[in-house]
DNA sequence: CTGTCCTTTGTTTTT
DNA sequence: CAAAGGACAG
């Protein structure tokens, strides 16, 4: 290198480590990037400091894990570099722009529709209606629909998949799929897995297309590599054949996606993919104060199938790290609330500084309550709900299929909303017929007349909705907004929302009406952009996608989409077992390493201060039922400090005369109050103390007699007890349902 | 065909 | 406790 890094901004301030990362050029590289360790800064100095040295912006793909991380990297490099404008996107987005650009490769008209969660599983429940294997039926849409997902990602076609050997569910899936992909044909439309399985096979097979797409992408960047799946990974194998210029980031401890097909071994096995692999670890980490950062390396510490390794960091010891118990899930939310508040009152903190974290979004509703009750300002950080109700997603498929005139799943939605006369029946004779003749709905509704059995009131309303989209049609190249409002206005959606009497009505009325203003921004920022542009960027958009952080306001959202993300004062709630970890991932130990690791990556959030919180009792579907902590809790070290906040703690040190005996050791030990108690609850929970059934005690049940209990597993109202009977054998109850007298405590 | 009321059903995480 | 799906009357 020539210049000299004081006088260059994009080698300025960097470790020896960072800026050998930053400053390699040619050949693969592997950055192990711990949490906190300046990630963000090192990949946005990587790309500018490429294109200081001569590489055109054309030739560089960098690949990130949103769209929202994707728009920062731009602006910072942007800030480098002014006028640099290289690709920048996720993988999903990156296959859709590729599959339009290279449509015809696809065999797909470049305005397909992507079809989000909802429309895959019609797809898929018109597939199963369609298919003929017997057994079809003993599966849910939604377990067919992961079996082709997981196939999907896996590069499997149908036949292939079928082919496989395979359970009975792959067995069914399989024919499935092949009618699914079918229809998903006919409709011009793709789904998510699509987007990343059709390039990827693309690039596998067609050696033409993989040498045009490589020869474009001279170096290729990846982050939260350890979050790839296959197809994404044969998609970044494919893409660097050629040139080898291939750098990925990630860090094995916080892979959070296996669920979703993502392989940690993509990571692991870098070194061996690209046998010339240089490899720079950053362990240095710049966020967090000691105490966070200990408490967290200590818990993933407990993870088996881990390569060993610390994070150091020069910041303070700071605050320790604290573990809260409350009573219940109401209480935890409210005193929250308080504590927060007392901080911004005291100009502790502001309320951007504050992060909520939570495992599943139904635990979001009890903040949200308590946020509203004390006047806290905050932002639910999930997708981009707005487009997600009703009326916007109506007016929507309208957009769609004006787009995409074959989509029958948007034909199937908006046909009949504002009510046009059209039932269910109708809809099947006008399938009957689009099917007989390959043609879509609507342009079998263009012909109704000759649809044997609809008439009167169905046939007209058919024709009229088929000449709506006829003449919408003429305004496709308008300003997106400018769509939107015709469509409003000519299909009758906005007159039926505002003759409506139902007073929800106003409000839907209001949110189609910030509908055209967010189509407006969004034409406004870049006039090039079409309606397709806006569809594909609403279906795309990841959660923290929708998150304003200029705002200042309290962020709430689950672990998983925190990744990435910092804040100052971080609680995780209801860190409780069968929540966090959760229960489907209790019978694994690998799916154990995954909490773990998702427990890890909500904790190397915090950057001052950090609370885990537990109550004793949590609401769930309507009832209340006792909560165990989590096992992750005894694993911290012993520093953290644990507070009792449970009102019945204070009011009980007095009280005995129920159980004696703490139901885990390390919570007895650990917990700072001061005498064990087992409380009552100031809620209605059922007979027996679920915390009291383990396995091992020996039980009385009304009808079966004495028993003893085998297993106990589940949450809340699932938690489920196996028993054992003297003379009835083997019997499973629901543990909050059941009414059992313990004999003999194990 | 439409709207309403009632039953059933279900909950991890998401591009 | 909700949302979603099914049954039924108008």
């Known amino acids: 290198m020539t210049e000299l890094s004081a006088n260059n901004p994009i080698l300025a301030d960097l470790t020896p480590e ?12 592997l950055i192990l990037a711990g949490a906190g360790s300046g990630k963000t800064r090192v990949i946005t100095r990587r790309v500018a400091h490429l294109l200081q040295q001569g590489v055109k912006p054309y030739n560089v793909l960098a690949i990130t894990f949103t769209n929202k ?5 731009r602006q910072r490099i942007d800030t480098l570099l002014p006028g640099n404008r290289v690709w920048i996107s996720t993988f999903h987005s990156f296959g859709a722009r590729i599959m339009r650009q290279y449509a015809e490769h696809f065999d797909l008209d470049k305005n397909f529709t992507i079809y989000d969660m909802d429309d895959r599983l019609k797809v898929i429940k018109i597939a199963m209606d ?50 699914y992909q079918k229809k998903l044909k006919e409709a011009n439309a793709v789904d998510f897995d699509d987007l990343l399985f059709m390039p990827a096979l693309a690039l596998q097979t067609n050696e033409d297309f993989r040498n045009t797409l490589d020869a474009r992408f001279k170096y290729i960047l990846i982050d939260e590599y350890q979050d790839t799946n296959q197809a994404q990974y044969i998609m970044a194998r494919f ?13 094995p401890d916080q892979s959070i996606y296996k669920w979703r097909g993502s392989d940690i071994r993509n990571i692991l096995d870098f070194e061996r993919d690209f046998p010339k692999a240089k490899v720079i670890t950053l362990d240095r980490n710049y966020r967090s104060t000691k105490s966070i950062l200990h408490a967290a390396s200590t818990l993933i510490s407990r993870n088996k199938n881990r390569k060993k390794k610390g994070l150091i960091t020069d910041n303070p010891e700071g605050e320790a790290v604290k573990v809260l118990t409350f009573d219940s899930g109401l209480d935890e939310a409210d005193q929250i609330a308080r504590q927060i508040k007392d901080k911004v009152a005291s100009e502790k903190a502001s309320y951007r500084d504050f992060a909520i974290f939570v495992r599943m979004n139904a635990l979001t509703r009890t903040i949200e309550s308590a946020f509203i009750k004390n006047g806290i300002p905050y932002q639910i950080v999930k997708g981009l709900a707005f487009f997600e109700r009703k009326e916007n997603k109506d007016i929507l498929a309208y957009l769609r299929l004006l787009v995409n005139p074959q989509d029958n799943i948007s034909f199937l939605r908006a046909v009949n909303e504002p009510a046009r006369g059209i039932g269910k029946v109708s809809l099947e004779h006008l399938s009957g017929f689009a099917e007989q003749h390959q043609i879509g709905l609507l342009r079998a509704a263009a012909n109704v007349e000759k649809v044997p059995n609809i008439k009167g009131k169905a046939a007209k309303g058919l024709k009229e909705f088929a000449q709506l989209m006829h003449v919408l049609r003429e305004h496709i190249e308008d300003k997106p907004h400018e769509v939107i409002q015709l469509v409003l206005e000519q299909s009758g959606y906005r007159a039926m929302l505002k003759d409506s009497r139902d007073p929800e009505d106003e409000e839907r009325l209001a949110n189609v009406e910030e509908l055209i203003t967010a189509a407006m921004q969004f034409y406004n920022e870049d006039g090039e952009r079409t309606i397709t542009d806006f569809l594909e960027q609403i279906t795309l958009a990841s959660d923290v996608d929708g998150w304003d952080e200029k705002q200042d306001h309290v962020s709430v959202m689950t672990l998983h989409a925190s990744k990435g993300l910092e804040f100052p004062i971080v609680y995780i709630l209801a860190v409780e077992e069968g929540i966090l970890p959760h229960e489907r991932s209790l019978q694994k130990d690998e799916d154990i390493e995954e909490e773990r690791r998702l427990a890890y990556v909500g904790m190397t959030r915090a950057m001052r201060e950090l609370f885990l919180c537990n109550s004793k009792v949590r609401e769930f579907r309507g009832q209340s039922l006792y909560a165990i902590p989590s096992s992750f809790l005894g694993e911290l070290p012993e520093e953290v400090q644990r507070q009792d906040l449970s009102i019945s703690s204070q009011r009980m040190a007095s009280y005995s005369g129920f159980g004696t005996k703490a139901p885990f050791d390390w919570n007895k030990a650990a917990f700072t109050s001061s005498s064990a108690k087992v409380s009552p609850s100031p809620v209605q929970v059922g007979d027996t103390l679920s915390e009291e059934l383990r396995p091992g005690t020996i039980v009385q049940h009304e009808g079966y007699g004495i028993g003893q209990i085998l297993d106990v597993n589940g949450f809340g109202a699932l938690r489920k007890v196996k028993i054992r009977f003297a003379t009835q054998g083997d019997k499973t109850f629901v543990a909050d349902k059941v009414k059992l007298k313990i004999v003999n405590k194990k």
């Open 239 to 251: 893409l660097s054949k050629a040139s080898q210029n291939i750098c990925v980031v990630g860090d």
């Open 18 to 29: 960072q800026a050998d990362a930053v400053q390699h050029m040619e050949g693969p590289l």
């Open 69 to 73: 991380a994707a728009q920062e990297m």
């Open 130 to 179: 369609a298919v003929t294997v017997p057994g079809v039926e003993k599966f849910t849409p939604d377990r067919i629909g992961n079996a082709i997902s997981r196939a999907k990602n896996q590069l499997l076609t149908p036949d292939a998949f079928y082919r496989q050997e395979n359970d009975f569910l792959g067995q069914i899936a399989s024919h499935v799929y092949a009618i």
